[in-house]
T-cell receptor, first 116, second 117 residues
Framework: AQSVSQHNHHVILSEAASLELGCNYS??????LFWYVQYPGQHLQLLLK??????LVKGIKGFEAEFIKSKFSFNLRKPSVQWSDTAEYFC??????????????FGAGTQVVVTP | GAVVSQHPSRVICKSGTSVKIECRSL??????MFWYRQFPKQSLMLMAT?????????EQGVEKDKFLINHASLTLSTLTVTSAHPEDSSFYIC?????????????FGPGTRLTVT
């Protein structure tokens, strides 16, 4: 079955450490790619998105992601995390096929805990 | 802008009763709203796509007679869980797609925690 895979379910790191979260998808053809964040007790918020153009995308709060088409990957990065980055991070894909048009397919999520 | 609200935020109901959850786009019009279900420590699973003025489209495995969806206006969609059972306890999240912002961006509501006793 086609899917979105996030490599890590749980990541713990210290403040100022660098963060990279992996995301791979198995859909062929054109895709739209997203990273969402869910802070404790809050709703999903869009971190960044990729539709086309420059494969290196910059989002809010210092996050960026790189789309590597040949690897079907869209990894999320932040050079230096803060305690406030503690949250659940979801990679999501919209495969641009007829039957999946507009439908977000989510990865399982990665719980990131940043320790002081 | 692009705020989506849900009501109620939490609801506890007895087994066999029905519960209605509202999803509203507060400052934009949404031709399409989506309903998701999220289990603890798991991802969001799309339940159905709700289009204003037409019948909802349900994902495979989702019982349309159990999860009734109505999208009566460009700013309101409702999900009714009928004859709820404990296994329906979950976190239900809606999202709305901006009418004029292209087909790809969705804004999410804060979710509704349903507990069926």
């Amino acid at each position: 079955a086609q899917s979105v895979s996030q490599h890590n379910h749980h990541v713990i790191l210290s403040e100022a450490a660098s963060l990279e979260l992996g995301c791979n998808y198995s859909y062929g053809g054109t895709v739209n790619l997203f990273w969402y964040v869910q802070y404790p007790g809050q709703h999903l918020q869009l971190l960044l998105k990729y539709f086309s153009g420059d494969p290196l995308v910059k989002g809010i709060k210092g996050f960026e992601a790189e789309f590597i088409k040949s690897k079907f990957s869209f990894n999320l990065r932040k050079p230096s995390v803060q305690w406030s980055d503690t949250a659940e991070y979801f990679c999501a894909v919209i495969p641009m096929t007829t039957d999946s048009w507009g439908k977000l397919q989510f990865g399982a999520g990665t719980q990131v805990v940043v320790t002081p | 802008g692009a705020v989506v609200s849900q009501h109620p935020s939490r609801v506890i109901c007895k087994s066999g009763t029905s519960v209605k959850i509202e999803c509203r786009s507060l400052d934009f019009q949404a031709t399409t709203m989506f309903w998701y279900r999220q289990f603890p420590k798991q991802s969001l699973m799309l339940m159905a796509t709700s289009n204003e003025g037409s019948k909802a489209t349900y994902e495979q495995g989702v019982e349309k007679d159990k999860f009734l969806i109505n999208h009566a206006s460009l700013t309101l969609s409702t999900l009714t869980v009928t004859s709820a059972h404990p296994e329906d306890s979950s976190f239900y999240i809606c999202s709305a797609r901006v009418l004029a912002g292209g087909p790809y961006e969705q804004y999410f509501g804060p979710g509704t925690r349903l507990t069926v006793t």
